[in-house]
């Protein structure tokens, strides 16, 4: 057995910029950070998952206001999200790529580009959010559709009563897509500050890990959206 | 070569210690040095202790006489409350891992800090806001819906601003509790000293490690709980309260999705801490460690998917309960090994009674008591009768206070000497474990033949049948206040009076004991080379203040 | 050699309830089997801690440990294998005795009973329609309960049977049981809520036969003859008692004795003569006027006209102010 | 000493940092489009029950593809996978468990709500 402590050559070379002072390169500082925002996206996982729980018992039993409710919904609003928020993951994506490559107008153009089509996306959702809200589909106790919503419905459910607990569709449906907004929202905080760090040349090469660990969690907002979708919209 | 040994007295130009490294409040609430943050979660958690503590010194004087009237129904409702949310949310689950944990964990990796320094001071503002947050439920004038938070109760309008105040402090100290789980595992994976493999681990890491994957799936669903309670409470959606439509069994089943593997955030470490203490007070490698290893896993993943034997009288269904039962029972399993594998440890050892060995052997006792009346807990049959008595609050201070807390006192009467670089006096110390031992079980041990007998928990006045056992508990519940005490103002005594503490004082072989005490800021002076964890041969004491060192045995097998 | 230990323990354990539902012995039995497995580990484990620190304690002649193996796969497996078999069979025994317990015992046509739980009273309405703030049932006949809530969870918790469910607002739950001892025993409230939790207790009458519970079941069977007798009813059914005395002792609402004509002190300033008005709103929107120095919490009790008169001629019933 | 093999810690481990194609980014941004509009089409079938299934089976297909490409996993070390998979298991039987027992005292919810409905709003 050797004794604890060996000195070690310490490297001659400049410590890079961005280099912490517990690593040795930033090799193993990027591997470090997408780690930990793994470790943090599983918990996001579990943190929906609260709400996929509460979706999935509501739903289990109470089918048929379900179906009714879910024609509120336009579905082609939330495709043309989903296909937003597609892109936007594309984006991202590339963003990483143009990191790694040493590619700088393109880093720049990526990034501008995802924070755009995040703001597209909260711009489809205020429509949406606002519509129901002006027209009294609240959530919980608050859900009292007026009669220009409800003539909107298919002709065969404008025959049906309006259900008692509406309210609780709604409120499962602004609980999650409310949560998701709120992660779409601090994406795009994200993606600010990134923009900013890149119109400052801080990216290359060598240290790109802001800018993989931020689509990470960018690309779990898209992954969530694409279970919301079909759940609220397509299949109710 | 640098004898560890050589960093005890000040001689030469040894790095100066993180104690002295940059002064002043604004070095310290802003520090990025794990083992100041460390340090500053010790102190928050000992207030709270203090602060939990006092409440049930309250509620146990009320229990004095069968009528109560020291204080009214609902100020004793307020105060259990309290007591069990400040414990349990303040001391208890980040007890060991944040605040003995942040201390030791990149030390006995050999690293120079966590993965995330930044993240880690995050972590203990959320965890300071969240207990502002508790300490205001008290200002707007309490809550008195149990820390278990049950609606409807908990979200009658009737509960006013206390419980929205309340649920926001669960939210914000369970982001920090995620966030110092994402930390450790991420510091675990990669930050180990060249050389150390993920069997070279101390086991105290492995249990971070398996506390950390709790924290990660656990504490997310406890946030989305507390958020949709404040939802629910504000907006009346309907989730929870059956005056809207919705199903307050259903909040059960959150809430324990989090709670039940919460009271595994709590113990896994101070199992850990028990198998660092017996093997290096016995001189012994510890007993089956890939075992040991394996079962804090184990426990980790089976812990979740036995919430529901909170939940047996609750109006789950029957199957559900036969399910939730037989893998309830299941967890004894991994707890038996590690018992029988401490046990073996001590088996033809050198065994020095110090004070945190002291504490260990008193642990064996209590966590003994906790797990096996555990069982009748999780067998139905048993349960029922048994459940939401006092022979559940007995059971599960036993495991939660009994064991935790006995094990939190001996990790930190181990680490002390390494954090502060004093030695604390042994003979108070080892007089203050008599005392909290003996208090604990007079407390504690009346309350399983009150349960029993019939007496529900949560009652602020009781039916004179059980007035002996009681009394008896009121009496105990002081004696381990004055032991708490004792030990407590020993700790703090030897920071003015204690001896300085060499680098290894208990020859111990974990790398945290290779660097001076207390450590330098950058913790090593030289990247550290491990050796195995409980490889104890060729460490030699040399005197009290020189503590051991490690003499290069050529004949190392 | 066990067997007569056993015996022992279950006599000398005087602090138990009785056991007065048919389940009762049952349950105790698993009790005391897990109570020997318990007691048998933690022996174990006590006497092999006080042996190991007496013979290998660290001394002069001792300063280092004897070699000896660091792991034993054998050894390891043995002690996961022992606590494996024995979870199977808790798990057996405890889960047989269980399903005996949410069952009513076959064969007999059971007593079904609706029970209503509400801060801080309970209410049994038995069949043929009489109902109490006591339960009725019959020594060998199976009892079959629903409970339901008014506000918040309870749960019916019997020490004497073993038994507990929780009532939960917003849905049913089930109890059921065969009480095997006739006389009376307590029950009481074992899950929390709220001020008065500890004092939400009730008991439980098993008659000795099917013809002393006819008896009772029967005696003022006849609708309510006088109003004064309507709103005694009103008053338990309804769970008035859980927070207001009719013998001046103090609760979590003013004490009903001697209430008539009172002037009360308001809580927000002012006060209020106790009068037919008073009592007719006080019960319909309660927070309207709230005496000083009790707390808002009396929720609406929606009453019909006759049962308000009731519940007026019962208040006059219980004494006017001096 | 040296120890050549020791295990990569805080220094960078053997992986080499893998840029993502073009190819393979426009490819799966193309998939998902193809599978947004499969769910759509699915959708407009009255298939009763399974339309559920049908949509929950494209959503996980979508998120596969978006953790193996867009999120690298493909190309990572197995830690990060088995993060994913873990938490989605975890709370998969969360879900299940949960819905598993609500359904099943179904019943005395409907009869009590039957017996007292929910006051008006």
């Known amino acids: ?62 089918l048929e206001l379900f179906r009714y409710a879910h024609h509120f919904l336009d579905w082609r609003l939330g495709a043309l999200n989903t296909v937003v928020l597609i892109g936007s993951s594309l984006s991202a994506a590339w963003s990483v790529r143009c990191a790694q490559l040493g590619q700088r107008r393109g880093l720049r153009a990526t990034l501008l580009v995802t924070l755009l089509l995040a703001a597209a996306f909260m711009a489809v959702k205020y429509l949406e959010y606002s519509h129901k809200l002006h027209h009294g589909v609240g959530w919980g106790a608050s859900c009292h559709p007026d009669a220009e919503i409800l003539g909107e419905l298919p002709a065969a459910l404008r025959a049906v009563p309006v259900p008692a607990r509406l309210g609780t569709f709604f409120a499962v449906y602004y609980l999650m897509t409310g949560l998701h907004g709120i992660h779409v929202l601090a994406g795009m905080g994200l993606y600010l500050w990134l923009l900013a760090r890149a119109r400052r040349g801080d990216f290359g090469p060598e240290y790109w890990a802001p800018v993989d660990t931020v689509a990470l969690y960018w690309h779990l907002v898209d992954m969530i959206w694409i279970f919301l979708f079909p759940l609220f919209y397509l299949i109710g | 070569m640098i004898p560890a040994a050589r960093a005890a007295e000040p001689a030469g130009a040894p790095a100066e210690s993180y104690l002295a490294h940059g002064r002043g409040p604004r070095a310290w609430l802003l520090t990025l040095d794990h083992k100041r943050i460390g340090v500053m979660y010790l102190v928050v958690i000992t207030l709270a202790l203090l602060l939990g503590g006092v409440f049930a010194l309250v509620l146990r004087l009320n229990l004095w006489r069968p009528g109560g009237g020291l204080v009214s129904n609902d100020t004793y409702n307020k105060l259990f409350t309290l007591h069990g949310a400040v414990m349990i949310f303040l001391f208890v689950i980040p007890g060991i891992p944040a605040a003995l944990g942040n201390f030791v964990l990149p030390l006995q990796l050999g690293a120079k800090d966590v993965a995330f320094p930044r993240v880690n001071l995050l972590s203990f503002w959320l965890y300071a806001i969240g207990a502002t947050l508790f300490v205001a439920v008290l200002a707007v004038g309490g809550v008195d819906t149990g820390w278990t938070l049950y609606p409807p109760y908990s979200l009658e309008d009737a509960r006013g601003l206390g419980i929205l105040l309340a649920l926001a402090a669960v939210f914000v100290a369970g982001f920090s509790s995620i966030l110092t789980g994402v930390n450790f595992i991420a510091s675990i994976h990669r930050l180990r000293a060249p050389g150390m493999g993920w069997f070279d681990l101390p086991l105290f890491l492995w249990a971070l490690y398996a506390t950390g994957v709790i924290q990660i799936i656990a504490t997310p669903v406890l946030g ?91 109006g789950q269904s029957r199957w559900t309960n036969l399910v939730f039962s037989f893998l309830t029972l299941l967890v004894a399993i991994p707890s038996a090994i590690k018992t029988f594998n401490w046990l073996a440890t001590m088996y033809k050892g050198a065994i020095d009674l110090r004070t945190p060995m002291v504490y260990v052997l008193s642990f064996f006792a209590i966590f003994g008591v906790g797990g096996l009346t555990g069982l009748f807990l999780g067998a139905l049959a048993t349960d029922v009768p048994l459940h939401d008595t006092y022979f559940v609050v007995a059971h599960f201070h036993f495991v939660m206070v009994g064991a935790v807390l006995t094990a939190f006192l001996a990790g930190l009467h181990y680490w002390w000497p390494k954090m502060t670089g004093r030695m604390y006096g042994e003979g108070m110390a080892r007089l203050a474990a008599a005392l909290v031992f003996v208090g604990f079980n007079v407390t504690f041990v009346p309350q399983f033949f009150a349960g029993v007998a019939g007496m529900p928990r949560r009652y602020a006045t009781y039916a004179p049948a059980f007035l002996g056992w009681n009394r008896a508990s009121t009496v105990g519940a002081f004696v381990l206040a004055l032991g708490m005490g004792l030990a407590l103002g020993g700790l703090l005594a030897s920071l003015r009076s204690g001896r300085r503490a060499p680098a290894n004082p208990w020859g111990a072989a974990s790398l945290e004991w290779t660097t001076p005490s207390p450590p330098p800021h950058e913790n090593f002076e030289a990247t550290p080379r491990p050796t195995g964890p409980y490889d104890f041969t060729g460490l030699r004491r040399v005197s009290d203040e020189a503590g051991w060192i490690r003499v290069p045995a050529e004949a190392a097998p | ?221 006849a609708p309510a003859a006088s109003l004064v007798d309507l709103g005694r009813t009103v008053f338990a059914s309804k769970g008035c008692a859980g927070c207001h005395s009719v013998d001046g002792s103090p609760r979590v609402g003013p004490s009903f004795k001697n209430l008539w004509g009172r002037q009360e002190k308001l809580a927000g300033g002012g006060t209020a003569r106790v009068d037919e008005d008073y009592v007719r709103e006080s019960i319909l929107r309660p927070s309207a006027k709230v005496v000083e120095g009790f707390a808002n919490v009396m929720p609406p009790v929606p009453l019909e006209e006759r049962e308000l008169q009731g519940v007026i001629a019962y208040l006059q019933s219980l004494g006017e102010a001096p | 000493m040296t120890t050549p093999s020791d295990p990569p810690t805080a220094r960078s481990g053997p992986r080499a940092e893998h840029v993502v194609p073009a190819r393979t980014l426009l490819a799966t941004a193309a998939a998902l489009l193809a599978l947004t509009a499969l769910t759509v089409a699915a959708s407009r079938l009255d298939l009763g029950a399974v339309n559920a299934v049908v949509a929950l089976a494209i959503a996980c297909a979508k998120a596969s593809i978006v953790a193996l490409f867009f999120m690298h996993l493909l190309y990572e070390r197995r830690f990060p996978r088995v993060i994913l998979v873990a938490s989605a298991l975890f709370a998969a039987l969360f879900v299940a468990f949960v819905v598993f027992d609500t359904t099943q005292y179904q019943p005395d919810l409907r009869a009590r709500e039957a017996q007292a409905p929910p006051p008006a709003r």
């Open chain 2, 224 to 314: 989305i709980t507390a958020a949709m309670g404040f939802m629910d409470r504000l907006f009346h959606l309907g989730l929870f309260m059956p005056e809207y439509g919705g199903d307050p069994v259903l909040f059960q089943h959150f809430f324990w999705f989090y709670s039940h593997p919460a009271v595994y955030i709590m113990i896994l470490p101070a199992m850990g801490i028990v198998s660092e203490v017996v093997s290096v007070f016995s001189r012994k490698p510890i007993f089956g460690y890939r075992y040991i290893a394996m079962s804090s896993i184990a426990i980790a993943v089976i812990g979740f998917f036995v919430w529901g034997h909170h939940m047996f009288v609750s």
């Open chain 3, 1 to 221: 050699m066990i067997g007569a230990l056993h015996r022992t323990a279950l006599a000398a354990a005087g602090f138990m309830p009785e056991r007065a539902s048919s389940v009762a012995a049952g349950v105790d039995r698993v009790f005391l089997f897990v109570l020997w497995l318990s007691a048998f580990f933690f022996a174990l484990i006590v006497a092999l801690t006080v042996l190991f620190v007496l013979r290998y304690r660290r001394r002069p002649s001792r300063a280092e440990p004897e070699p000896s193996p660091s792991h034993d796969a054998r050894l390891e497996l043995f002690w996961t294998a022992v606590p494996l078999a024995l979870v199977f069979v808790l798990f057996g025994v405890s889960t047989r005795t269980y399903l005996r317990m949410v069952e009513p015992e076959p064969g007999r046509d059971p007593l079904r009973i609706q029970v209503m739980a509400r801060r801080w009273s309970w209410w049994f309405d038995h069949p043929g329609g009489r109902g109490a703030p006591e339960l009725h049932v019959v020594r060998g006949r199976p009892a079959e309960l629903v409970l339901a809530s008014a506000d918040v969870i309870h749960s019916l918790y019997v020490p004497d049977f073993r038994l507990k469910q929780d009532a939960v607002p917003g849905r049913f739950t089930r109890m059921a049981f065969t009480p095997v001892l006739a006389g009376t025993f307590p029950i009481v409230c074992a899950e929390y809520c709220g001020t008065d939790h500890s004092r939400m207790a009730a008991r439980v009458v098993v008659h000795p036969d099917q013809a002393s519970f006819d008896a009772w079941a029967n005696e003022g069977a």
């Open chain 1, 1 to 62: 057995m050797t004794a604890p402590a060996l000195d070690r050559a310490v490297p001659a070379a400049p410590r890079p910029r961005f280099l912490a002072g517990h690593f040795e390169d930033l090799g193993a500082q990027t591997e470090t950070a997408q780690l930990g925002i793994w470790l943090f996206l599983g918990s996001e996982i579990l943190f929906f998952g609260g709400l996929f729980t509460a979706y999935g018992v509501y739903r289990a039993n109470h």
